[in-house]
């Protein structure tokens, strides 16, 4: 987690600098959602309510976007008393456990906005990029910890709703595959899906 926050925190400042220029050039688009995520991997599988996202968008037609954005969410699962065997095969404990997997998606982004209503607008879009992840297990007094890098690709639905002069509400749903992997944690892959609700500001 120590080596995630200073991503999250160089992400903030650049897409606070593209928010700071979007206001004197264009009327593009700066995001701030909460995301609810449903992992979908061999590690852990419960739901996590703790995600969060950053997004900006320039709108280079009336009706299509580029942007860049990142996401952060923390999973944590806890697991029964088994009987789990050392990564080297040489070993095995039994004992319950505690499995997290911290995950940081930054993507670059196109997005194409539908005809919609006076107050609505539909959009779907795609998202490239990289994700880096930490996961970890731990075994009572024990742990196997690991990091990585991975290739992203996101696509995800949605559709703003206008709320107030230039702010819009922002609904979506996404689906996040990440090509991470984990030779001690018996993973080739991170996936999960996943609803953003957040607001779009000038």
């Known amino acids: ?10 992400l903030t400042c650049c897409l606070g600098s593209l928010h700071s220029i979007a206001q004197t050039a264009s009327p593009d688009k700066f995001f701030v959602s909460w995301e609810i995520a ?11 309510f703790s995600g969060g996202r950053l997004e900006y968008r320039r709108m280079i037609k009336p009706n299509f976007s580029i942007g860049i954005g990142a ?20 070993g095995a404990v039994t004992t319950d456990a ?19 209503g006076k107050h609505i607008k539909p959009y779907i879009g795609v998202g490239l990029g990289t994700q880096y992840s930490e996961q970890d297990i731990y075994y009572n007094i024990y ?25 819009e509400l922002n609904v979506g749903g996404f689906f996040n595959y990440a090509t991470n992997k984990s030779d001690d944690l018996g993973f080739n892959h991170l996936q999960h899906f996943g609803i953003n609700i957040g607001f779009a500001f000038p």
């Open 38 to 48: 449903f992992p979908n991997n061999d590690l852990v599988s419960k739901a996590s």
């Open 1 to 10: 987690m120590k080596k995630i926050l200073p991503v999250i925190l160089l």
């Open 143 to 167: 742990g196997i910890e690991d990091n990585n890098w991975g290739f992203c690709v996101r696509p995800e639905i949605g559709f703003l709703v206008r709320i107030a002069r230039g702010a």
């Open 71 to 90: 996401s952060w969410n923390s999973f944590e699962q806890y697991a029964g008393t088994k009987t789990y065997q050392a990564p080297s095969g040489n």
């Open 98 to 116: 505690v499995k997290d997997i911290y995950t940081v998606p930054v993507t670059i982004s196109g997005h194409y906005y539908l005809q919609g």
